[in-house]
Nanobody, 125 residues
Framework: QVQLVESGGGLVQAGGSLRLSCAAS????????MGWFRQAPGKEREFAAA????????YYADSVKGRFTISRDNAKNTVYLQMNSLKPEDTAVYYC??????????????????WGQGTQVTVSS
């Protein structure tokens, strides 16, 4: 079983930037796709971005495409989410997740079997 710990959340003004990190331990990190999800109060958890095990392929929700960048450093067992041009509607708890399989199989939360505890991102207007 893998353990995932997110960091880097905080309060930022609209138009600002944050970089989230997710440190993984346990299962072979580079073998599995990783994803970032977010959940705003009263809303369902939604997909934000994902990256293949090698880092060669990335996937984004339309709402973050062009503003967010997902990356990974397999030597450090860490995945990142660089968030630029933040908007108030980006306010949510952000979760790191590891895919249940060794490949990216879709953006549904059901395709990800291990989750971090989440980190709060608040964007003020």
């Amino acid at each position: 079983q893998v353990q995932l710990v997110e960091s880097g959340g905080g309060l930022v003004q609209a138009g600002g930037s944050l970089r989230l990190s997710c440190a993984a331990s346990g299962r072979t990190f580079s073998s599995y796709a990783m994803g970032w999800f977010r959940q705003a109060p009263g809303k369902e958890r939604e997909f934000a971005a994902a990256i293949s095990g090698s880092g060669d392929s990335t996937y984004y929700a339309d709402s973050v495409k062009g503003r967010f960048t997902i990356s990974r450093d397999n030597a450090k067992n860490t995945v990142y989410l660089q968030m630029n041009s933040l908007k108030p509607e980006d306010t949510a708890v952000y979760y790191c997740a590891q895919a249940s399989r060794t490949y990216y199989s879709g953006r549904s939360p059901s395709h990800f079997g291990s989750w971090g505890q989440g980190t709060q991102v608040t964007v003020s207007s």
